[in-house]
């Protein structure tokens, strides 16, 4: 049963950093394209950051140079770096895992993944 597990999520000041991970089970977790989606209050998913199986990452241009996402497949884990947070990064933060043919593959539509975890809350005070 594959198990995606994420953490780190806190109420925060707009300007600090936060390290949100996504521990992954049940999986062979290095042949599989991992990413973040968020979900604010009233708002659809959307995509925050993916890592593809080689280490190709994209980022929605909303975080781009400020969030930095990256994975250790000896782990089983996906990390998520936040700088400089927003009133706007508010959301629930969500870890999805996406079965992939290509090295370089990573989807940035919720349509792509095929493994979600629960969420976890950030909340961003200004």
């Known amino acids: 049963q594959v198990q995606l597990v994420e953490s780190g999520g806190r109420l925060v000041q707009a300007g600090e950093s936060l390290t949100l991970s996504c521990a992954a089970s049940g999986l062979s977790f290095s042949t599989y394209a991992v990413g973040w989606f968020r979900r604010a209050s009233g708002q659809e998913r959307e995509f925050v950051a993916a890592?593809?199986?080689?280490?190709?990452?994209y980022y929605s241009d909303s975080v781009r140079g400020r969030f930095t996402i990256s994975r250790d497949n000896a782990k089983n884990t996906m990390i998520l770096q936040m700088d400089s947070l927003k009133s706007e990064d508010a959301a629930v933060y969500y870890c999805a895992a996406q079965i992939v043919l290509d090295d370089t593959e990573a989807g940035q539509n919720t349509r792509d993944y095929d493994f979600w975890g629960q969420g976890t809350q950030v909340t961003v005070s200004s």
């Open positions: 890592v593809s199986r080689s280490g190709s990452r």
